[in-house]
């Protein structure tokens, strides 16, 4: 995993063209203005979903993690907490669904790292890691996100 702020995330973050294509993205001027819902970047190869909701305070939050894609989840406005762990922390409730491309599960209180995210923070997330998102930070408040999907392989 990879927390940055969107002006810096490319210099962490592995040059691939993809992501590369995820960064240009997110930087876009109009990026905040986009209605909720699938944005086609470069087909099933990289695309977006922009997302408007309320965080929410759990005590059991779900995990997911991905197989073919790179989740590059962005925050427009708001604060958000997201739980991460090691993948191999993930016990798996829901098994791999490809439709979905996510398995769900729970992971030990004991091994989740909680990270704050703001206003023009991304986190970039493989498949290495289970991660818990949409959870409030401090107190259950307004959030716009857009999460960046970005293929694995350049075929899919």
Do not use: N
């Amino acid at each position: 995993m990879i927390v940055a702020a969107l002006a810096d995330a490319e210099g962490q973050a592995a040059p691939t063209p993809g992501l590369r294509q995820a960064f240009a993205f997110l930087r876009r001027s109009d990026v905040a203005a986009l209605p909720d819902g699938r944005v086609e970047v470069d087909g099933d190869r990289v695309f977006a979903l922009v997302q408007r909701y309320e965080t929410a305070e759990t005590d059991a939050p779900l995990f997911e993690a991905h197989r073919r894609y790179i989740d590059v989840q962005f925050v427009v406005s708001g604060r958000e907490t997201i739980g991460w762990a090691p993948l191999a922390q993930l016990r798996v409730t829901q098994p791999y669904d490809a439709a979905k491309e996510a398995c769900f599960g729970t992971v030990p209180d004991t091994e989740v790292t909680s990270v704050l995210l703001r206003a023009g923070e991304l986190a970039v997330l493989y498949p290495e890691d289970a991660h818990a998102p949409k959870l409030a930070a401090g107190r259950p408040s307004a959030v716009h996100k857009i999460v960046v999907k970005v293929a694995l392989t350049p075929d899919t």
